[in-house]
C-alpha cells in the first residue's frame, strides 16, 4: 500500500515539475540570436555592421547576449541591461552579468519597431546604449 502511495506521490510530482516548465523551454526549437553587450558600451550583433534584430510577432526566441563590462557597472555585477520600455513585464527587460547568458522569450506581439536600450549606468556612451528591434507581422 505504502509503495502505491509513494508512487501516485511521485507522478504528481513529475506532472507538477513538467507544468511549471514554460513550454518554450520544452520544445527548446526557438530561434537563436545573438547580441554582444560590448565594452565600448554598444550593442552589436555579430556579422552585422548594424545592431538591429528583427523577429516575427509572437514567435519564441532563445537570445544569447555577451556582455562585457564597460567603465561602470552595479555593485551587484550587472553590467549592462537589454530593455525594452514598455515591455519589461513581458520579460524584455534582461540584467546582464559579464559572460554570456541565454534568455528564453516570445518576440512582442505588437509588430513595430522597437527600441532596445541599456539601462544601467555603463559608463561613457551609456545613453546612446540602444540597438533596433523590429517585429514583423
Ligand atoms: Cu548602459
Request: no cysteine; net charge negative.
Given at each position: 500500500m505504502e509503495r502505491a502511495y509513494r508512487a501516485v506521490?511521485?507522478?504528481a510530482l513529475l506532472l507538477g515539475i513538467l507544468l511549471l516548465m514554460p513550454l518554450d523551454r520544452v520544445t527548446a526549437d526557438d530561434r537563436?540570436?545573438?547580441?554582444?553587450?560590448?565594452?565600448?558600451?554598444?550593442?552589436?550583433v555579430p556579422g552585422q555592421k548594424k545592431a538591429v534584430i528583427t523577429l516575427k510577432a509572437g514567435e519564441p526566441v532563445l537570445l544569447r547576449i555577451t556582455a562585457r563590462r564597460g567603465g561602470e557597472w552595479r555593485k551587484d555585477g550587472t553590467v549592462h541591461s537589454f530593455t525594452i520600455v514598455g515591455l519589461e513585464d513581458e520579460g524584455w527587460d534582461l540584467l546582464l552579468k559579464e559572460g554570456t547568458q541565454e534568455f528564453s522569450l516570445k518576440a512582442p506581439s505588437e509588430p513595430g519597431e522597437y527600441k532596445a536600450q541599456c539601462t544601467v549606468k555603463c559608463g561613457i556612451g551609456h545613453n546612446e546604449m540602444r540597438m533596433k528591434v523590429i517585429v514583423t507581422p
Open positions: 506521490f511521485l507522478i537563436l540570436i545573438e547580441i554582444i553587450a560590448d565594452h565600448d558600451n554598444q550593442f552589436k
